[in-house]
C-alpha cells in the first residue's frame, strides 16, 4: 500500500474568515472579563447557550477550550497537573487538560491573541450533563475556584423515545434556570429575544447540516478533519448572524468543489464514517494519514452534533428541550445502531471507525457491542482503535496506524 | 532477474516480518514451495537485523546474495525496509499465511512479542475481523519476558517448568506492572517456582480467551505458541478441543508476506 507520500490537507479558503470570526468572539469575551461587562457564562457544548445568549451574556465554552489544548498538545502538560492534584487519570481528559492549564495559569489562547492572558472569569457556570458526570464535576471545580454560581440541567441517558413527559422534565429544568440566571445579569427574561436568538441558532444550524451533507457525493469534498475544525463558528457563535454568513460562504466553497467534482481527499478510494470523539492531538496527522491511503472520513456523529433538532419556537423552553434530548449521545443502543445505519446509507460508508476515548466513556459507543450489531445488521466492516480525546499517554501510534491500515487492506480484498 | 539462482534456476520470492521482539524471513520458489527461512533478534538495530536475516535465509535457500524476485515487508518495522517491493501489515499477513497452512475457516492467534492479535478468517482466505489486545503488554511475549526476568530464570525453561507443575495458581491482573505484583506476593507466599509460571501461562492463555469468542477451528501462530508447547496443551484444555499449530508457528506472517510477493509476481506476469 502506498502510504508513505507525502500528503497534505486541501485547505479551506474560507479558512481565513473562520480565524477572523474566532478572534472576533474571543477578543470580546476578554474584553467583556476585563470591563466586567456583559456577565460572563460558561456553558456546556448543550447547555442553554441561547437562554444565556438571550440574558446578554457573553458566553464561553470550556470544551472548545479543552479541545484546543488538545489539538496544540499543550494538554500533554496540562493533564498531569490535574492528575497530581487528585482528579484521576481515568476520568474526562477535557476535564483534567483543562483545570491543569488553569492551575498553571495557562491558556493555548495566549499564544494566538497575546493579549489574553487568561480564560475570562465566570459569573456563572451552566451545564447539561445529558453527555455525562464529568462536566458537571468539571464545571464545580470552577464554580469552587471563583465562587461564583453552578447551575444546571439533569437529562435523563439512555432514551429509547423522546415522550411529552421526558420533555417537559427538562424544559421544566431550563425555565428553573431563568430567575437565578436574570439575577446575575441583572436583566429581566424576554422571551421574544430568547425566540429571536434561537431562530437564528436554528438556521446556523441548518446551514452547518447543508455543509456536511454536501458530503453524499463522491468524492466528498470535505473531510471529517475539515468539519472539526470548521465546526468552531457552530459551537461558540451559535445564535449569531456571522454563523449563519460563515457557513453560506463554506457552503458555497464546497459546493464549487463539488461542481469540480474535487474531493478533500485525492483518488477517494474508500469512503468511512468516525463514531465517537476526536484525538485531537491526532488531527493533523490522522487527516494525512487517511489521505496517503486514499480514504476519505465523510460522516461522523461528533460533527453532526452540532445540528440541533428543533421544531415550533412556540414554546422555546421546550425546543430547547428537545434538542437536548435530540442528541444521539441522549440515546440507547436502538435508536444509535438506527442513527448509524441511517448514516451509512446516507454516506454510502465502506467502514466504521470507533473510537474508544480511554477517558471518555460516553462518548465511546463501541463497548457495549455496537459494532458486532451494526456489522451483523449492514454487512459494513467496523474496526475499533484505542485512543483518547486529549490524552496522547493513551494512544499508540504504532498499534493504530497498524489498525487502520489492516482495515483497509481487508477493505481492499472486497 | 537475481544473478544466483538455487540449482533449478527458479524464482525466489522473500517475506520480511520485522516484528517488535525478532525479524523473521521466508523464501518461496516460483512454485510457491519453501525455499529457506531465518529468525534474528531485533535488538536496537533494526535494519542490521533484518538484513542478517535475509542473509541467513538466502543461504538456507543455497543463494550467494540475497536477491529476490520480490520482497514483501510486514511487522511493526515493515517501513524501516524500503528496499521492500511492497508492505504490508501484519493482520493481513498472518491472515494469508495462515491460510496457507490450514485452508478452511479459522480463527487464528497470534501471540506475537508486544501484541495479540485475534483475526477471523472465511473459507476462501478472506479476513472477516480482527481484533488486537489493547496496550497493556499482559498476554503477550513480552509479558513472559519480563515475568523471567523478575523470577530470574531462562525464558526456555519456562515450558519445562510449567509442565512439571503440580498446583494451579491464578494471576488474574489486566496489567503487567500488577501481575508482577501478584508473583512477588506469590513468592512471598512460598508459591513453587513451576506452579507460579504455570499461573502465567494460565493468565496469557485467559487474556486471549477475553479479547474474543473463539469460534470454529483455532489456529495458534507466534514467537509464544512455537516455543512453549506446555501452553498449547493449556489453551486446548480451556477451549476444549485441539487447536492447530502450523509447523513453523513462529514464520506464519513471513510466509504470508512471501505470498503476496509471489502473487503480485504473478499478477504481474500473468
Ligand atoms: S463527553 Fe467525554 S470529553 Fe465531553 S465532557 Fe464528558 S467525558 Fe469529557
Known amino acids: ?414 | 532477474m537475481p544473478e544466483h539462482r538455487p540449482p533449478g534456476g527458479s524464482r525466489i520470492f522473500a517475506g520480511l516480518d520485522i516484528g517488535s521482539s525478532a525479524v523473521k524471513v521466508v523464501l518461496l520458489d516460483g512454485d510457491g514451495s519453501f525455499a529457506g527461512h531465518a529468525v534474528r533478534v531485533l535488538g536496537s538495530d533494526l535494519r542490521h537485523a533484518a538484513a542478517a536475516a535475509l542473509d541467513d535465509a538466502a543461504g538456507e535457500a543455497g543463494l550467494k546474495r540475497p536477491s529476490f524476485d520480490g520482497l514483501v515487508a510486514t511487522g511493526f518495522g515493515r517501513s524501516a525496509w524500503t528496499e521492500a517491493s511492497a508492505a504490508k501489515t501484519e493482520i493481513s499477513c498472518h491472515a494469508k499465511g495462515s491460510y496457507h497452512d490450514v485452508r478452511r475457516p479459522h480463527t487464528l492467534i497470534d501471540i506475537g512479542g508486544q501484541d495479540c492479535k485475534i483475526i477471523r478468517i472465511d473459507g476462501q482466505g478472506r479476513r472477516m475481523g480482527f481484533r488486537m489486545n489493547r496496550k497493556c503488554a499482559a498476554g503477550t511475549g513480552a509479558f513472559l519476558e519480563e515475568a523471567a526476568l523478575r523470577l530470574r530464570v531462562g525464558l526456555e525453561t519456562f515450558d519445562d517448568l510449567a509442565r512439571s507443575s503440580t498446583r494451579d495458581v491464578e494471576i488474574g491482573s489486566y496489567c503487567t506492572v500488577f501481575a508482577a505484583a501478584e508473583i512477588l506476593h506469590l513468592i512471598r507466599r512460598g508459591v513453587e517456582m513451576p506452579d507460579i509460571v504455570k499461573g502465567l501461562f494460565g493468565s496469557i492463555v485467559q487474556r486471549t480467551m477475553e479479547m474474543d469468542l473463539l469460534e470454529g477451528d483455532v489456529v495458534l501462530t507466534g514467537g509464544v505458541a512455537a516455543h512453549h508447547p506446555f501452553l498449547i496443551r493449556m489453551f486446548e484444555t480451556r477451549l476444549g478441543r485441539p487447536v492447530i499449530v502450523p509447523p513453523r508457528a513462529q514464520f506464519t506472517g513471513a510466509l504470508g508476506a512471501a505470498i503476496f510477493a509471489l502473487e503480485a509476481w504473478s499478477g504481474r506476469h500473468a
Open chain 1, 1 to 414: 500500500m502506498d502510504v508513505g507520500r507525502i500528503v497534505t490537507f486541501k485547505p479551506f479558503a474560507s479558512s481565513a474568515r473562520m480565524r477572523e470570526l474566532m478572534a472576533g468572539y474571543f477578543r470580546d469575551l476578554n474584553r467583556a472579563a476585563l470591563e466586567g461587562r456583559p456577565k460572563i457564562a460558561w456553558c456546556s457544548s448543550v447547555g442553554p447557550a441561547e437562554l444565556l445568549l438571550s440574558l446578554g451574556y457573553a458566553v464561553f465554552y470550556p470544551e472548545n477550550h479543552a479541545a484546543m489544548l488538545g489539538a496544540t498538545r499543550e494538554a500533554r502538560k496540562t493533564i498531569p497537573v490535574a492528575n497530581a492534584a487528585g482528579y484521576s487519570p481515568d476520568i474526562c481528559s477535557y476535564l483534567t487538560s483543562d483545570i491543569g492549564a488553569y492551575l498553571r495559569r495557562e491558556t493555548p489562547l495566549s499564544k494566538v491573541y497575546p493579549e489574553i492572558v487568561t480564560v475570562p472569569r465566570p459569573d456563572v457556570l451552566v451545564y447539561n450533563n445529558v453527555q455525562c458526570r464529568d462536566v458537571q464535576e468539571w464545571f464545580s471545580w470552577y464554580g469552587r475556584e471563583f465562587a461564583v454560581p453552578v447551575l444546571g440541567v439533569a437529562t435523563p441517558r439512555n432514551i429509547a423515545a423522546i415522550t411529552p413527559e421526558l420533555l417537559a422534565g427538562i424544559a421544566g429544568q431550563i425555565r428553573a434556570l431563568v430567575p437565578p440566571l436574570e439575577k446575575i445579569a441583572g436583566r429581566r427574561f424576554d422571551i421574544d429575544r430568547l425566540r429571536a436568538v434561537m431562530s437564528l441558532s436554528r438556521d446556523g444550524s441548518e446551514m452547518w447540516k447543508r455543509v456536511l451533507e454536501a458530503n453524499r457525493v463522491r468524492p466528498a469534498p470535505l473531510s471529517f478533519f475539515d468539519a472539526a475544525v470548521h465546526m468552531g463558528p457552530a459551537v461558540v457563535l451559535r445564535g449569531t448572524e456571522e454563523v449563519l454568513a460563515y457557513y453560506r460562504v463554506l457552503l458555497r466553497e464546497v459546493e464549487g468543489r463539488v461542481a469540480r467534482g474535487e474531493g478533500a481527499v485525492e483518488g477517494e478510494r474508500f469512503r468511512l464514517y468516525w463514531e465517537g470523539m476526536p484525538i485531537w492531538g491526532k488531527l493533523r496527522d490522522l487527516a494525512e494519514f487517511f489521505i496517503g491511503l486514499r480514504t476519505n472520513i465523510v460522516a461522523s456523529t461528533y460533527c453532526n452534533s452540532w445540528i440541533f433538532e428543533s421544531g415550533d419556537l412556540a414554546d422555546p423552553f421546550l425546543d430547547l428541550a428537545r434538542s437536548s434530548a435530540g442528541l444521539f449521545i441522549a440515546w440507547d443502543e436502538d435508536a444509535k445502531e438506527r442513527y448509524l445505519r441511517d448514516m451509512a446509507e446516507t454516506y454510502g460508508v465502506h467502514g466504521f471507525i470507533f473510537h474508544d476515548a480511554k477517558t471518555c466513556p460516553h462518548n465511546s459507543n463501541n463497548r457495549y457491542g455496537l459494532p458486532g450489531r451494526l456489522e451483523k445488521a449492514t454487512g459494513i466492516p467496523t474496526l475499533t482503535i484505542h485512543g483518547d480525546v486529549n490524552d496522547l499517554r493513551c494512544y499508540s501510534e504504532d498499534q493504530t496506524r497498524t489498525a487502520i491500515e489492516a482495515f483497509i487492506e481487508r477493505l481492499e480484498e472486497g
